[in-house]
């Protein structure tokens, strides 16, 4: 309990520690430094009331603060990883961490999907979690993805996802890898239909995702400060030995070079989730019969 | 002579040998005792090379004499033009590619390309593409789906380039569009890694109907360095990295993400570069043979399948 009261000079990974706070506790934001009262913290999205900082969330959480009340139904809870390198390295068996990985988490794997609906808005939903395995992407994450996108494709409804996570799950190897063409060759046939992607990225999140399904939304969005990049800060400083400005690839330095499209506090992404689908879905719906239009 | 591994270290004398033999011309008992000290070599080679470990392909697939995309180009195509430049920001040097003949066949040659010496590497960025590349591969990606050209992409990249510059410029976006790209091509397209496939940098142009890897090539999640350091919190446990991720062309012939392996000259393709581009194309040739036999409906929907059942895991 003692060493959340530290400081910590940059972003730290403190998510954990917080989660186990007593509700009477003052928690320090690790960006502005100043002493938040933990109730206040979560009656604000555990956005900091002072700063804005976005702490992060659980896809639980993530769902309970984006999607209409109750309106969550998940699907394929319980697949797992089988292993496929049967891998071990310094930390263990990644057969037991696996199993640790999930207590820790209390989910079975790093992506949840299900129905939901935004302001009464129905959508497939699908949000990372990054408590599990760093909310890294191996075979089961890929293979619910793309149920989530062919769910989506089959019942007409548009997709939504929520990204955290370091990228590859190194311990599934090559397996991890190809997930990146499994999930874009099946987000290439839903884009033959009509319905919209929306790709949320978080802080923070890097290669495996946004070097795949998570920069090739309709609409690609973030929020505040989060930190959203091909390479990890800490490898770009070693391997380039430069040091990177502040903003580097944050949200706004993402908006800036053009990569996103908004960045929108999460307070606020609800409600213009709601509007773009509706919009999306609307012109959907009016123009149902026509073809599909064809690039030359 | 070619430089050795350290694997191979108990050849210099032999080598030394075969070299001298080799100076000092050709006469009636030289050249018997040069087949002789040649036949030796490769008896030996052979004995080294029926057992590296992975980290030793590791160190063969980089070796510095190893034939490159360029190499390929010049001794196994013919007519090979090189077109430069995304249309938008800049020319990557570390990505090559233009139309080339194969065997009577225009095809698209895609190839990530490396340096021979510093001055080259520093101009190639050492074989790691920035955006502009995989940029640059796109557009000659749809060029040749508008052509009807098949595509044959050359992989050989320790990673894509990853400095503020590439983020800058969106070095994850450019590469999940080449992805997409690459796998919605409506024409046949043949993926070869010739030395190095390096994470998501290797897979922009490796969406391929047909992977073949060269005996020594490896594909990996991330360089075995890069693993160590993250895994075993130590670089030096590369070797380690190497053997337990899983990397190797046998690896990936085993988990079904390889299509075939291309047998390699004895000692590796750098020992006899013409064989390795007689191998590497006459391989790709059949394969667009067959792959020209599909109706392109089925090529497409034979792609889709070959990453959506993709399993490795349980309900
Ligand atoms: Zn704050």
Redesign the pocket.
């Known amino acids: 309990m003692k060493d959340i009261f530290k400081r910590h000079p940059r972003y730290p990974a403190q998510r954990e520690k917080f989660e186990a706070l007593p509700d009477n506790l003052w928690i320090r934001?690790?960006?502005?430094?100043?002493l938040?009262y933990a109730n206040e913290l979560e009656s604000n999205l555990r956005v900091?009331?002072?700063?804005?900082?976005h702490f992060g969330l659980t896809a639980r959480e993530r769902i309970d603060a984006t999607l209409d009340e109750g309106s969550f139904h998940e699907l394929d809870a319980n697949m797992r990883s089988v292993d496929p390198l049967r891998f071990s390295a310094l930390e263990g068996v990644y057969s037991e961490k696996l199993e640790q990985y999930a207590e820790k988490a209390g989910t079975a794997e790093s992506f949840l999907y299900g129905h939901g609906a935004i302001e009464g808005e129905p959508l497939v939903f699908g949000v990372t979690e990054f408590k599990y395995a760093g909310g890294s992407m191996g075979a089961v994450f890929g293979e619910k993805l793309v149920r989530a996108i062919e769910l989506a494709e089959r019942e007409s409804l548009p997709l939504v996802t929520v990204s955290s996570g370091g990228g590859a799950r190194m311990q599934e190897g090559t397996v991890s890898l190809m997930q990146m063409a499994k999930t874009v060759a099946a987000l290439n046939r839903f884009k033959e239909q009509r319905l919209p992607y929306i790709s949320i990225m978080v802080d923070p999140c890097l290669g495996g995702m946004t070097a795949s399904y998570a920069m090739l939304g309709d609409v690609n969005m973030a929020e505040p400060g989060a930190y959203i990049g091909f390479a990890g800060r800490r490898v770009i400083e070693q391997t380039m030995r430069q040091k990177l400005p502040q903003d580097a690839a944050t949200s706004e330095f993402l908006l800036h070079h053009g990569m996103i499209d908004l960045v929108t506090p999460r307070a606020e992404i609800p409600s213009l989730l709601g509007r773009l689908l509706r919009m999306y879905v609307t012109s959907k719906a009016s123009s149902r019969r026509e073809p599909v239009a064809q690039l030359a | 002579m070619p430089s050795l591994l350290d694997f191979e270290s108990s050849l210099r004398h032999l080598e030394h040998e075969l070299e001298n033999v080799r100076a000092r011309g050709s006469n009636g008992s030289s050249s018997e005792q040069q087949e002789r000290l040649q036949a030796e070599l490769e008896n030996q080679l052979r004995g080294i090379y029926a057992s590296l470990t992975a980290w030793q392909k590791v160190q063969v697939s980089r070796h510095l004499e190893r034939p490159y995309a360029l190499d390929y180009l010049q001794l196994g195509f013919s007519d090979f033009v090189e077109l430069h430049g995304d249309r938008s920001f800049a020319d990557d040097r570390a990505i090559i590619g233009g139309p080339a003949v194969l065997d009577s066949r225009t095809v698209m040659v895609i190839g990530q390309q490396k340096g021979r010496d510093t001055r080259e590497n520093v101009e190639r960025n050492f074989g790691m593409p920035h955006p502009e590349g995989y940029r640059k591969a796109e557009r000659l990606m749809k060029q040749a789906e508008r052509l009807g050209i098949p595509v044959v992409t050359l992989i050989d990249i320790p990673g894509a380039s990853a400095s503020l510059q590439d983020e800058e410029r969106g070095q994850s976006e450019a590469i999940a569009s080449s992805i997409s790209t690459m796998l919605a091509l409506n024409v046949p397209t043949v993926a070869v890694v010739i030395g190095e496939g390096g994470s998501g940098g290797a897979l922009a142009i490796a969406c391929a109907d047909r992977l073949y890897m060269l005996e020594y090539a490896t594909f990996t999640v991330a360089s075995p360095e890069a693993a160590a350091a993250i895994l075993w919190r130590d670089a030096v446990k590369a070797p380690e990295a190497a053997q337990n991720m899983k990397i190797t062309a046998d690896d990936l012939m085993e988990m079904g993400f390889a299509d075939g392996i291309i047998p390699e000259p004895i000692g590796g393709a750098h020992r006899d570069r013409s064989a390795a581009a007689k191998s590497v194309t006459e391989l790709a040739t059949r394969a667009l043979n067959e792959l020209d036999s599909l109706p392109r409906e089925e090529l497409l929907a034979r792609r889709y399948e070959k990453y959506r059942d993709i399993d490795f895991f349980r309900e």
């Open positions: 934001c690790p960006k502005c430094q100043e938040v900091c009331p002072k700063c804005k900082y």
